[in-house]
C-alpha cells in the first residue's frame, strides 16, 4: 500500500518550477518562475515564465521539432539568460505539457500553430506592459518565428534565428549529399545501402524516409555534439519539477502525433523565395558543423536579406544546439543584440 501511494505521489505530484533565489536562498524581489496554463486557439497549452527581474525585456523562445519541447530541461541552460530577460517557454499544441488525447488531428496544422503563436506574442505583451518583445526560434521554431515577425512586426523587437530553416527541400538535399559523402568516405555499407534505399530529397514517405537520413546524420556528427537533446528530455521528465511522468508519457505521445500530422504534412518553407525584407532586425546563429538545417544556405540566405539591422553568428563548436552547447556565448550575443536593439 506504502509503495502504491508512493507511485501515485510520484506520478501525480503537481508540476512547478522553482523560485528564483539569491545566494543566500531568499526569493529575489521582483524576480519571476512560473509554470502556468493559458488558453491558445481555444486550448490549454503550458508556458513556463522566468526572470530575475519581471521588468526586464522579454523573450519568447520558440521550440523545434515539431513536437519537440524544451521545458522540461530549459532551466538548466537559460540560468544566465534569466538574469537579462523575462525568458518565456512554450509547450507548442501537441507538444509536451500541451498534449491531450482529444486533441484535434484537423488543428494540427501549421496555420493554426502560427496563429497560437501570434496569440500568445500579444498576449505576453499585454501582460507584462511591453510594446515589444523578443523571439528567439530553433529549427522549426524558426518557421513559427519568420512567419510572425512578418504578421506581427510592431509586436518584436528583435528575431534571433538558431538553426534558421531556409529551404526544406534544399536543406534536406545539402543534408543528405553530406551524409551519403561521409558514408562513402567510411565505407560504411550499411549506411550506403539505406541512403540509396531512401533516395534524394524529396522523400516519397516523408517521416520514415527522414528518420533514417537523421540516424546516420547524427552518427556523422552533423546534427548534435556534446549535448544530446533527448538524453536531456529524459532527465528532465525524471528529475525537474517541471514535468511528471505523466508528462513524459504526454511527450512521447505529443511527439508521435506532432510527426504523423504536422511534420507530415506541413507546408514545406521556402524562405528565399517568400521574404527578402523584414522589418524587424534579424539575427542569425550557425552551428558551424550543423548539417541538419544547413549553415551555409542560412549564410547564403542572411547575404540576401534587407532589414532595419542585422548580423550573422558562427558558433564554431557547435551543431544544431548551439545554444545548448555554447550557452556563455549564447548569452553574450543575445545581450549583444539586446543593446544593439533597445
Not at 523578443?134 to 523587437?157: C, N, Q, R
Not at 560504411?188 to 546524420?217: M, V
Request: a neutral charge; charged letters at 25%; proline letters at 4%.
Amino acid at each position: 500500500m506504502i509503495a502504491l501511494i508512493l507511485i501515485v505521489v510520484i506520478i501525480f505530484f503537481p508540476t512547478y518550477t522553482p523560485k528564483i533565489r539569491d545566494n543566500n536562498f531568499k526569493v529575489i524581489e521582483n524576480s519571476i518562475a512560473e509554470l502556468s496554463t493559458i488558453k491558445l486557439g481555444g486550448i490549454n497549452q503550458t508556458i513556463m515564465i522566468r526572470g530575475v527581474d519581471k521588468n526586464k525585456p522579454i523573450m519568447l523562445f520558440l521550440h523545434g521539432g515539431p513536437g519537440y519541447p524544451f521545458i522540461s530541461y530549459a532551466r538548466k541552460y537559460q540560468s544566465k539568460l534569466e538574469k537579462n530577460f523575462v525568458v518565456v517557454n512554450w509547450d507548442q499544441r501537441g507538444s509536451g505539457k500541451s498534449y491531450s488525447l482529444n486533441m484535434s488531428r484537423e488543428k494540427m496544422t501549421q496555420e493554426q500553430l502560427e496563429k497560437d503563436t501570434q496569440e500568445l506574442i500579444e498576449y505576453l505583451c499585454d501582460r507584462f506592459n511591453k510594446d515589444k518583445i523578443f523571439i528567439v526560434g530553433h529549427s522549426w521554431g524558426t518557421v513559427l518565428g519568420i512567419e510572425a515577425i512578418k504578421k506581427l512586426p510592431d509586436k518584436v523587437m528583435a528575431y534571433v534565428g538558431i538553426g534558421q530553416v531556409i529551404d526544406d527541400v534544399e536543406g534536406e538535399r545539402l543534408s543528405y549529399r553530406y551524409v551519403y559523402n561521409k558514408a562513402i568516405e567510411e565505407y560504411n555499407d550499411k549506411a550506403i545501402k539505406e541512403l540509396e534505399q531512401i533516395g534524394q530529397p524529396p522523400y516519397k514517405n516523408s517521416g520514415k524516409d527522414t528518420f533514417i537520413q537523421r540516424k546516420w546524420l547524427k552518427k556523422y556528427g552533423g546534427f548534435e555534439l556534446d549535448v544530446i537533446t533527448q538524453n536531456e528530455m529524459i532527465k528532465g521528465v525524471l528529475f525537474s519539477p517541471e514535468y511528471s511522468l505523466i508528462d513524459g508519457i504526454k511527450l512521447l505521445a505529443g511527439n508521435k502525433f506532432s510527426i504523423n500530422t504536422l511534420f507530415v504534412n506541413r507546408e514545406k518553407a521556402d524562405f528565399r523565395e517568400k521574404y527578402q525584407e523584414f522589418d524587424v532586425p534579424i539575427y542569425f546563429i550557425a552551428g558551424r558543423h550543423d548539417h541538419n538545417t544547413p549553415s551555409e544556405l542560412v549564410e547564403q540566405y542572411y547575404n540576401t536579406i534587407k532589414a532595419p539591422r542585422k548580423n550573422f553568428y558562427w558558433f564554431e563548436e557547435s551543431a544544431h544546439e548551439p545554444h545548448l552547447v555554447e550557452e556563455d556565448k549564447f548569452a553574450k550575443v543575445m545581450m549583444e543584440i539586446y543593446n544593439e536593439t533597445k
